[in-house]
């Protein structure tokens, strides 16, 4: 679903950043709740603590609005480098959960995946950090750390039903909206195909994704999936390819390499026995 997110965004036309996570989450949100309806499930999983919600608003909100807070204060190669950092950053943070065993295999998993992700982003051409934007990559890393803090966060509240994102998402369309009321200037989408973008974001890449994610950090092996996560850019990047919009490079295919390698070094795949 994520790997769909830079198609989906592209076609959306001209929407801003914070109207269209509005949207988006709004989409995702409403179609959790239309779920729930549909399935008899209980809206009782909405009464949660507050620290519930902090993690999980601070989550989804605080992450995107970070983010793009980042491409707007520095050039944007350099900023999704930085952010590109969370998945990393989950393997490394997973070690302060509690039951968890970080492994020198998922560290070095993790680097290799970002190896490959940083030569997707930059596309094998040098990076050129100015401290002049030093501020936008503050911004950049704090969202790799959000989110990476989000993900290891909710391993810790594993008892807490993935309805709940439901609300999440709710609450985060909300403040995405006032975001974008106080610092962008509304730009609604014209044509079918952007609205059907739009519908496709709230319903894939900002929308059940994230339930999607919830149940990974859960029950799933989070020092793996941290290191698997690099996946979600090279398959943007293959989507995009196969949709016209990029060209197959050496680039494309060394990233492919690495992260493949990076996920099977993590999850233990790769070994000294091969």
């Known amino acids: ?8 965004t592209a076609a959306s036309g001209a929407v801003p950043p914070l109207q269209l996570a509005a949207l988006s989450f709004a989409i995702g949100g409403l179609s959790g709740a239309s779920v729930m309806l549909a399935t008899g499930r209980s809206f009782g999983a ?6 519930v919600w902090a993690i999980g608003v601070g989550g989804l909100f605080g992450y995107h609005f970070v983010y793009f807070s980042a491409l707007r204060a ?3 190669v350099e900023a999704s480098l930085i952010a590109y950092l969370w998945p990393l950053l989950i393997v490394v943070l997973s070690a302060l ?4 065993r970080l492994l020198p295999r998922h560290v070095i998993g993790a680097a290799c995946g970002f190896c490959g992700a940083a030569l997707l ?13 030093t501020s936008g ?11 990476s803090s989000y993900s290891v966060l909710s391993r810790t509240i594993s008892h807490v039903p993935t309805e709940a994102v439901t609300g999440f998402c709710l609450v985060t369309a909300i403040l995405a909206t006032a975001a974008h009321l106080m610092i962008e ?14 519908i496709g974001l709230g319903l894939g890449p900002v929308g059940f994704a994230f339930f999607l994610w919830d149940v990974g950090v859960k029950r799933g092996d989070i020092q793996v999936l941290g290191a698997a996560s690099y996946a979600a850019p090279l398959l ?6 196969v949709a016209g919009q990029a060209a197959a490079t050496w680039s494309l295919a060394g990233a492919c390499i690495l992260i493949t390698l990076g996920a099977g070094i993590a999850a233990g795949v790769v070994s000294r026995r091969g």
Do not use: C, K, N
């Open 46 to 51: 909405l009464r949660q603590p507050p620290h």
């Open 236 to 241: 943007s990047t293959i989507v995009l390819v």
């Open 97 to 100: 959960a509690p039951g968890e």
């Open 121 to 133: 982003v930059t596309r094998g051409e040098a990076l050129a950090f100015d401290p002049t934007y």
């Open 74 to 76: 520095a050039p944007a």
């Open 137 to 147: 990559y503050a911004l950049a890393l704090l969202a790799a750390f959000i989110w």
């Open 1 to 8: 679903m994520w790997a769909l997110l830079a198609l989906f």
């Open 185 to 198: 200037t509304t730009v609604w989408p014209v044509t079918a195909i952007q609205w059907a973008a739009v």
